[in-house]
Structures are given as C-alpha cells and as structure tokens.
C-alpha cells in the first residue's frame, strides 16, 4: 500500500491506517499464538508505543525531519510536506506525542526509529536468545549456551548490515 500511495493509486488519508490495522492484527496473532516467549513481552510493549502515537496521529507515525537527515536520509521532507507517504507524516508544532515517533537516527543503518522500534527490536533479539538456548532439546553448558546465542546475535547484526 505504500508503494501504491507514493505511485498515486491509494489517498495516503485511508490507506495508511488500513495497512496499519491489518499489520496490527496479523502481528497481535502472532503474539499470542506465541506468548509463551517471554522476549515477545518486550515486543508487545513497542507494538503498544507505536500503536499508541500512530493513533493519536490520525493513522501516521510522525518522523523528525533532523533524525532523517542526522541519519543520512534526504529528500523526504516534500515528500512528507504533500502527504505522499501512506505510512509517515511529518513530525510539527501538531504532533501529539511527539517524543514517541520516529525521532532517534541510526546513521549506520540509514534509519530513523521511534523508541516503540527500539523495544520490538530487543524482543526479536531476546526470542532469538530463548530461541537459541531451547534449540536441540537437550542440556547445554553454560559455554555452548553462549556461544550459541552470540552467533545467533551475530547472524542478526550481518543481515541487518547487510539489508542497510
């Protein structure tokens, strides 16, 4: 839907927070069918943030044109001015709850995040951990366990270098 509002096929007014719904729902059900993760709890708190600024902003999560550019992102700032954008709206004198939306910049990754981002990608390292010391069903030592977990978690940091 993105890709169709930013091309003109969809009205960013509506088809932002359509999208936004069904990723909450498919997302919520996955948490639920997997609440026995403990990790996900951390997840769950940042679905809640996001979730929480992006209504209080009419179905938009607001982005901080300085985290954007702090972040190495240019050009986005007519884009968010005319609404082109299905998802993110311009973060301004307006915004409610400001300090919730994407206004933290990774310049490595050439993202700006919101802290709601922060905590979900904590939960997704932490089920990773859990699912890293539960894999194989048997007993492993202290020093396997971490091994273990720190080649799970250098896995991630490779993908999320390599997808920047």
Do not use: C
């Not at 859990?130 to 091994?147: D, N, T, V």
């Amino acid at each position: 839907m993105a890709f169709g509002t930013y091309r003109g096929l969809f009205q960013p007014d509506w088809a932002g927070p359509l999208a936004r719904t069904l990723v909450l729902l498919l997302v919520g059900y996955g948490l639920y069918q997997n609440r026995h993760l403990r990790s996900l709890y951390l997840v769950l708190g940042g679905l809640f943030l996001n979730t929480l600024v992006i209504f209080a902003n009419g179905g938009h999560m607001p982005v901080s044109l300085a985290a954007l550019e702090r972040a190495g992102l240019e050009g986005w700032e007519e884009i968010l001015k005319e609404r082109r954008d299905a998802v993110h709206t311009l973060l301004d004198e307006n915004t409610r709850l400001p300090f919730l939306g994407d206004v933290i910049a990774l310049p490595p990754l050439r993202k700006a995040v919101s802290p709601g981002d922060l905590f979900i990608l904590a939960g997704i390292a932490g089920v990773v951990v859990e699912g890293a010391l539960r894999a194989g069903g048997r007993r492993l030592s202290r020093r396997q366990q971490a091994l273990r977990v720190l080649a799970f978690l250098l896995l991630i940091l490779l993908l999320l270098a390599w997808r920047a």
